[in-house]
């Protein structure tokens, strides 16, 4: 008994011997919420879940937004002129005149005209190849490449150039640039959506989670409510319990979609060329997030934590009211 007492420290006496006596020191550090429960583990499971399908379309959101805005700078950055064929003209003429008369338009850095096959080459997404194009008529494409800040004035140089050619045409692809700009706010908001349905999941899975730790610690909550222990100190039991599960079932999802995003790169390079990579490089680029996505990624990790213990405190002064 003395032996036992000096291993474990002063035992708390129960008032009857047949009773096994416990460490007082185990008893005052037992947790009012269990820390290893199936309630526990599932609950790191729904909020790793989420926060996974969280990190997947943000990131995605993130990643659509850089290759939109690096497609706009890339089409912002050019105008293209077309050069139609007309009976009585001589369209190799017009074209050169066309090209001349944008090299002397203040802002434009270079001019680029097409020949006969390369402007027919154009086509082939869409025609096909190895079709003779010689009687249809194909019109000339000139490319220019505008000064990056400078202000171009688009109706100058309109005017330059149907003067030299009257069948041209110029287009600063500001319409492209529009329709852009409105799918790349769709998903924007799509994503924002996506997060909004996520988050209020996972609330509604952390209440249940917390209502049922509730239910099965409700003598131990009852008793330390009417002994007079605080509203507060019981919510912050709760909380803590609640705000580690999330944050492991947080690190756990947004660390696999971290990685997923980190060996996207690799995993694309493997369709580099065939038509599927080739299609999803063109909308997502490089696949590959910068720096300050990951970082978004950990600060919705965080998020998604501090929402499941916000969640459970709620719920909890909600059945605390509900004892009184």
């Known amino acids: 008994m003395s032996r036992l007492a000096d291993e474990h420290g002063p035992l708390m006496d129960l008032g009857q011997h047949e009773r096994p006596q416990v460490p007082a020191r185990a ?13 526990g583990r599932a609950l790191v499971a729904v909020v790793a879940i989420m926060t996974f399908l969280a990190s997947i379309t943000t990131g995605t959101v ?30 190799d ?17 270079d001019v680029r005209p097409f020949t006969k096959d390369e402007s027919a080459k154009l086509l082939e997404p869409w025609l096909g190849s190895g079709l003779s194009l010689d009687e249809l008529p194909v019109p000339r ?24 050619a009257p069948t041209a045409s110029v287009d600063d692809h500001r319409a492209w640039i529009e329709r852009m700009r409105s799918m790349t706010g769709a998903t924007v908001f799509a994503g924002i959506g996506i997060l909004a349905l996520v988050i209020v999941a996972t ?9 049922g730790a509730m239910a099965a610690n409700r003598p131990i909550v009852e008793v330390l409510h009417f002994v007079g222990a605080g509203d507060r100190y019981i919510a ?12 492991e079932g947080g690190v756990i ?34 696949f590959s997030l910068r720096p300050s996505g990951y970082l978004a990624l950990a600060a ?7 929402i499941t213990a916000w969640a459970s405190r709620r719920t909890l002064f909600a059945t605390l009211d509900d004892i009184d």
Do not use: Y
């Not at 171009?152 to 030299?164: A, C, F, K, M």
């Open 27 to 39: 008893r005052n550090l037992s947790p009012i919420v269990p820390r290893a429960s199936i309630a």
């Open 62 to 91: 993130l990643l659509v937004s850089a290759s939109a805005a690096e497609w706009q700078s890339d089409v912002a950055s050019e105008i293209t002129i077309q050069v139609r064929p007309a009976a009585g003209r001589d369209l």
């Open 93 to 109: 003429r017009d074209s050169t005149a066309a090209a001349d008369a944008t090299r002397g338009q203040p802002g434009i850095l």
């Open 141 to 164: 494409v000139i490319v220019a490449r505008v000064q990056p800040g400078s202000t171009l004035d688009l109706t100058g140089l309109r005017s330059r150039v149907t003067q030299v």
């Open 203 to 211: 609330i509604i899975s952390v209440s249940f989670a917390t209502r």
């Open 236 to 247: 912050n039991r709760f909380l803590r319990h609640f705000l580690r599960l999330g944050l």
């Open 253 to 286: 999802g947004g660390g696999m979609a971290m990685l997923a995003f980190g060996f996207s790169e690799s995993i694309a390079g493997w369709f580099s060329g065939t038509p599927v990579g080739d299609q999803f490089a063109a909308l997502l680029g490089t």
């Open 300 to 306: 919705q990790t965080v998020l998604i934590a501090a």
